[in-house]
């Protein structure tokens, strides 16, 4: 198998450089990584330009994040790129957890069927990124993508922004209504505005390698406390394509990370672990994590979206997955808000859902770092007596925190249940099912792939609202029909949920009278 | 002893576990051991019923160590 060949995107020089004349920018995107690219896109499809910068001009290297959680997917699959991502991953649902090298117990996340995405696939950053540009240059006249273009200055006002810029050609400043902060953890833009990144840093240095092998490991998700092969704490093995294999080792705080990065240090470790298989090192890195956040992610006319906002260890996979969850809370409302159709109050909401959405992330990530790194005797102990406990008591091995898989974020708190008959109650995100249109197969989030969407289960007529399309699922008649019997079983029957455009449940109606809906679809359009 | 591998906590058992390691931050090996002893004997109590005591006795026993 080949392994990826990095090709340069090129650079081109910007128009304000080239003699072009000056263009008016609605919203201009710091960084082309997933979370920058995703937002460009998700923005396009609903016929809103943006201006992309990148400080480089080649996809991500080494392969960094790998697991794209099931919510990621199907977000992707409204962007376009979700397919490609399936067809190339490496799918997988189990994680496997062993104490020395006795299996303790496997878990499983996704246990029903009737749902389009896995729940999880490997795929490396760079093919992400790949496929993200390839699908923003379906759009010219909308994603503008400036490789090469080096943000070095930016003067923030209630009206916009302004981002002074670096390129092979020399600088220039470009003025948008909104600039949107995608530049990763160690934003420069962050640093410009001089605002505090907080939160904790774990002492722990991990060893994270890629190796290229040719084995016939499971697709599933290994971890190992207190491995046989390996005297740190932890290990963790993960396949990804291309016969590339992602191995992650504990080596404690003492390690010196120039050293174990050499060669010479880290084939003998990952020779203990696949044996005398050969194998070719992809990348290396030795890491110490820490779980910050900002305090806010909107400031004036610049809102910060995925590390730039916030940071998590990795175990968990909730850094990438949550920074494109940011992306589906971000896109509708800054579209929504330059086409005019709504109020910039609503950013304030997308800052509430998100520092909610960076929180529970950050939570869950650092309980696993914590298990993972005992500080004390006693903490040893407990998590030995955890694991002991585990082998027979099932109880026990809910306890063992290997990694709490990111999950959709749940935004109930920000909605009132009023009711208590729906399965789904306000603030989920929706959850997917098989159906039938015209004859042909469909999924339900593949319909709900813009704007506000009302659907009636089980039938029904809506009122016709504009901005608001109707659809009605049946079990043998209406716009979607329900043969499996999933999308009724999951919102029950006579039922009417309206959908955000991200795909989230806003309201639930018995009755979903022309007054009602137009209230919601108002509040969350702040107008 | 069924009923002892049972899990009751289910996600509560994430909050329980960061809450019992912060009570113990901090404190020396054997205070953290007197808490843990204390702890066992609230609980004890807080059970009331000797019968499933000293199943859990058993259970704990029987395990490693």
Known sequence: MPRYEYRRFGYTTPPELSGGRPRDYKVAIVGAGPIGLALAIDLALKGVA???????????????????????????????????????????????????????????????????????INLQQYYVEQYL???????????????????????????????????????????ADYVVACDGARSPIRSMLGLEFRGQLFEERFLIADIEMQADFPADRRFWFEPTFHEGESALLHKQPDDIYRIDLQLGWDADPEEEKKPEKVIPRIKAIVGERPFEIDWVSVYTFQCSRLERFVHGRVIFAGDSAHVVSPFGARGGNGGIQDVDALGWRLAAVVKGEASEGIFERYNAERVHGADENIKNSARTTNFMTPKSDMEKMMR???????????????????????????????????????????GRVAVDA?????????????????????????????????????????????DLIDRRGFALDRYGTRLSYLFRPDQHICAVFRKPTEEYVRAVVDKELGR | MGDFADDRLGTAGDDFYEALLEAHKGLSFEKSAALNARLVLILANRIGDLETLSAALTAARGSKE
């Open chain 1, 133 to 175: 540009v390839d699908r923003a240059r379906d759009f010219p006249e909308l994603v503008d993508l400036r490789f090469k273009n080096n943000v070095i200055g930016i003067e923030n006002s209630n009206s916009g922004a302004t981002i002074k810029l670096e390129t092979p050609d020399g600088t220039y400043n470009l003025a």
């Open chain 1, 384 to 426: 030995r007596a955890v694991l002991d406990l585990a082998a027979e008591m099932p109880f026990a091995r809910r306890l063992i925190n290997s990694g709490r898989l990111s999950v959709p974020c749940s935004l109930e708190r920000f909605y009132n249940r009023h009711l208590s008959a729906a399965p789904l109650p306000p």
């Open chain 1, 434 to 478: 098989p159906l039938e249109k015209n004859g042909e197969d469909t999924w339900l989030l593949s319909e709900l792939d813009a704007g506000f969407t009302l659907v009636s289960f089980g039938g029904g007529a809506g009122p016709a609202i504009a901005g608001v399309r109707h659809m009605s699922v049946g079990a043998d008649h209406g």
């Open chain 1, 50 to 120: 943006s201006v992309v910068l990148d400080d480089n001009d080649v996809v991500s290297i080494g392969s960094r994040a790998i697991c794209w959680a099931k919510r990621t997917l199907e977000i992707f699959d409204r962007l376009g790129v979700g397919e490609r991502m399936v067809e190339k991953g490496i799918t997988w649902k189990v994680g496997r957890v062993y104490h020395r090298d006795r299996e303790l117990y496997a878990f499983d996340l996704l246990p029903e069927a009737g749902h389009k995405m896995p729940a999880f």
